[in-house]
């Protein structure tokens, strides 16, 4: 018992915790100064979300590119690096899950769908390798090549899209055969768009835990992501661990576009302007503390307070913009850890008395 | 393609880059004291949207001519203020810089928009503006192609332009600048010769949120006219790139800042050119990114950043 006690009054657990609520305060604050009742918000944001099995699955569904976007972001973070690049990645991982699910439609689909994603993710890999082998091999900050290379996939996606695959007579792909949607649990959700994605995005979290904390490649990247001078010193070769990491990183990515592509829409977008997943994934890595346990518990809130901030404006008529104040702020507090802290310290002064006694 | 099109496309490349040059200047002066922003995109938000409100308002009042400059000013307000939030977070409780940066996206993000829902009933963009009009500089505005294009401008590419010069003066040529580039490279030093290293650096934030709110009031005092959820979209991010490309360095930054104006500008040119109608347009649109890159490949290498930065300053460490 106490132990079980111990593991939940560590600050690991707390701090995130603490944020939290001081963040849906913040939110209950700018509701009352707008005159709305955040009580009545609030509430209409989860039944939203939980009042249904139909919507109950949609947000699921919206989960799931948070997770993968967010495991990427926060895996490139383990090793060192700022990927500002998802948003690229998932968009090249959409094109080539895209491509091979329309062209190679002739395939059976138990052989499609697998090579749709595999490809899907090498390519988001190799994107955003190309940002670490820029890295690695030239010293170019990341965080610019990744910014260019969300622009080049955006053209570059849209341009494929609208040469090979268009639908005549309209800004979107043809209808792609192969499907990663899970229909036998469709019907059961009344017909949400779940689909196996959310399983590969799960599988990612297991994957990046083992990987960087039970394996010895892993500890090699924590090690250059720590300190990548020591690590240097200590005979690892950085380089290649860079190249590594982002490597994994858009991966990760890729494979979220393959799930929003074979998934969700079943046919690509010529798109307007960059989707902005990649930057929900940051949002959602920097609340999950960059591990993956972390990441995957971001994404289920990013995902409820997102997809129920439009039941909220429906019952309350709250802006669902307000929703980012509430993240925003959430990030700050677990950023200012100080501020939790003081929040916090006659509770830790306390704990502290007991100990003594 | 004639001269007076050259001209037209100088110009335009101006217009697109005059945001850009300030929110990189901006972010100049955050880096070089030791904090890395990230928020300039949000900053930029910040902005645009203060300055749309303040625009409309002063305009509703009947200040004519002087509206856009209340706007410019209400920017420049609320760019300060919402760079604070960074500020606390960073140099006071000493957070990841990274983090702080990214909260103050999501917070622009979220409260810009809340706030024109509140205060228009519910739309989801701002009324347009009747923004900034071009001064034609007399005299000067006659030279071909350059008189079009650089002396037929809107008021914010002139002070971009003369705030470019004077921002080179005070950071490589002023104590001022020397403390605030000796913050950012070896803040115990500077601490041992009695720079106030927190206070250097809440200035250079503060700064930042002054320059990057009136490039984002640019956008909506020239180009859009209001302030909607895709006004800034990106553009913050481009300042950072034009930053790191231009080297922390003001005409550095400003070259590159003019290159992705540019690349901005052709948009609306690219049927002008005989040899470009074959090539799809996306094409096109990619060049400037893709050159970027080829460019810091080439001829630019390992970028040389503030040693500092990213570190959040802690005396009892050194």
Redesign the interface.
Known sequence: MNKFKKIFTTDSYIVPLVAIVLGFLVGAIVMLMGGYDPITAYSALFTRVFGNLYNFGEAVREMTPLMLTGLAVAFAFRSGMFNIGADGQVMIGMTAATVVGIKFAALPGFILVPLAVIIAGLCGGLWAGIAGYLKAKRGINEVITTIMLNWVALYLSNYIVRAFLLLPGQNRSEDIPASLSMTFLNSLFDNARLHWGTAIALAAAVFFYVYLWKTKQGYEMRAVGYNPHAAEYAGMNVGRNVVKAMFISGVFAGLAGAGEVLGVFHYQSVFAASPGYGFDGIAVALLGLTHPLGVVLAAILYGTLTYGSAGMSFAADVPPELIRIVIGSIIFFIAAQGIVRWVLKPFYFKRKKEKVL | MDLQTLGQLLNTTLVFSTALIFASLGGIFSERSGVVN?GLEGLMMFGAFAAAVGGYYAQDAGMGEWAPWIGVLCAMVVGVLGSL?HA??AI?????Q???G??????A???T??MV??LFD?SAETPLLDGFHKVAIPGLSKIPVIGEGIFNSYPTTYLAIVLVIVIYFVLFKTPFGLRLRAVGEHPSAADTLGVKVKRMRYIGVMLSGLLAGIGGATITLTTTGTFGH?TI??QG??A??AM??GKWNPLGAFGAAVFFGFSQAIRNYVQLFEWSKGI?Q??I??IP??L??IV??GAV???A?PKALGQPYDPGKR
Do not use: C, H, Q
């Open positions: 990230i939030i606390v977070a006071t409780f000493k957070s990841d990274t983090i702080s990214t909260v103050i996206n999501f917070l993000a979220g409260s928009l809340y829902k509140l519910g895709n979209s990106g991010f481009i950072i790139a790191i490309f799809p996306e094409f649109f990619m990114y893709v970027t890159i810091l490949v290498g390992r970028s950043a």
